[in-house]
């Protein structure tokens, strides 16, 4: 769930009104919207949020209209089938499980308090919900702390669902579990015209990017929207302004070759989860080379995703982000928390 979603959902929990939250459990086939999609329906008839419009978001839309009507929750499996897209009018097919819940009141408040707290303190988190008959029975907040709230949630359950990605467990009971908030920053080093088109789409898919500029005209929050955090700072001592964790994230694209290896050198002093670093094939060979001069192991430069991205032919600073962005959610996709 988004946060701005989530703070909505708060909002509206606290101002002592209905709403349902819509949330695709499962799907297959080439349905628009994969598990973890979610939708708020409210008393007043609007949404917010998506779960891949078209005519199953529009028969979602109004099924919730109804339980809201009847306060009352449930489950709907929609099958897309080769008629039934054509009686839909989608030209994509497949099944998708689709979970409505009917919240009112503030007895659900502190877990969902809870989980914006996540959010704001960066803090990996994970909202595991427990349906029996089609409604949601339990729902419980997982985090490096173990889990809160959730009860009959056991730990066998949680060591199917804690993944990267959402997580559809169908039996009876069903499980289901989404990662909500992503423990550590991306710190985008440089503020030229690849990382302003790349900390938006980073932001898109849920990175919370900090960037960091040398330069006034480039440190401007307006050319970075959805950035965490955007900081005017010098190349050659970053840790005056920020600190790095084991979970945080690293792309150096400063202006020149020089202030790209002056903060290279400092981030290999880290046990980062992830760095990356713009620039051509003999850029590396030569960076190697003055890393090792000043003392750093020979395999220092192992760790470093250079040229960065995924290889797609970019040239254009839109076709970079592209890559960059593809390779930082391949690297994210690849931890797996142990609980």
């Given at each position: 769930m988004k946060r701005e979603l989530l703070q909505l959902l708060i909002r509206t929990l606290k101002e002592q009104e209905a709403l349902i939250v819509v949330c695709v459990l499962a799907s297959s086939g080439s349905t628009p919207r994969g598990s973890g999609a979610?939708?708020?329906?409210?008393?007043?008839?609007?949404?917010?949020?998506?779960?891949?419009?078209?005519?199953?978001?529009?028969?979602?839309?109004l099924h919730a209209k109804e339980l809201l009507k009847s306060h009352s929750s449930d489950t709907v499996g929609y099958c897309l089938n080769k008629n039934d897209v054509a009686d839909l009018g989608m030209i994509c097919g497949g099944d998708v499980t689709v979970y409505f819940q009917y919240l009112y009141g503030q007895e659900q408040l502190p877990l969902f308090e809870y989980l914006s707290e996540t959010y704001e303190q960066n803090r990996s988190s994970?909202?595991?919900?427990?349906?029996?008959?089609?409604?949601?029975?339990s729902m419980g907040v997982y985090d490096k702390e173990g889990l809160h709230f959730g009860d009959g949630i056991g730990q066998e359950a949680l060591l199917k669902l804690i993944r990267p990605g959402a997580v559809y467990l169908k039996g009876e009971p069903s499980y289901y579990a989404e990662p909500v908030a992503e423990a550590g920053f991306v710190y985008v080093f440089g503020g030229g015209h690849v990382s302003q088109e790349l900390v938006p789409m980073l932001a898109h898919v849920h990175f919370p990017v900090i960037v960091f500029e040398d330069r006034e005209a480039f440190a401007d929050p307006k050319l970075f929207p959805g950035a965490y955090d955007v900081i005017l700072g010098d190349f050659r001592e970053i840790e005056a302004s920020i600190t790095l964790s084991g979970e945080d994230y690293v792309v150096i694209m400063t202006r020149g070759h020089q202030a790209d290896f002056e903060v290279l050198a400092q981030c290999l002093k880290h046990p980062l989860s992830y760095i990356?670093?713009?620039?051509?094939?003999?850029?590396?060979?030569?960076?190697?080379?003055?890393?090792?001069?000043?003392?750093?192991?020979?395999?220092?430069?192992?760790?470093?995703?250079?040229?960065?991205?995924?290889?797609?032919?970019?040239?254009?600073?839109?076709?970079?982000?592209?890559?960059?962005?593809?390779?930082?959610?391949?690297?994210?996709?690849s931890l797996h928390p142990e609980i």
């Open positions: 979610t939708m708020l329906v409210f008393e007043d008839g609007h949404t917010e949020g998506t779960i891949g419009g078209g005519a199953v978001e529009h028969a979602a839309e994970w909202l595991i919900r427990k349906i029996e008959d089609r409604t949601v029975v990356g670093c713009i620039g051509s094939r003999s850029k590396i060979a030569a960076t190697k080379q003055r890393l090792i001069g000043l003392g750093y192991p020979e395999d220092c430069y192992d760790r470093v995703h250079s040229p960065i991205g995924i290889d797609i032919k970019a040239e254009t600073p839109e076709e970079i982000a592209v890559s960059i962005t593809a390779e930082l959610i391949l690297h994210r996709a």
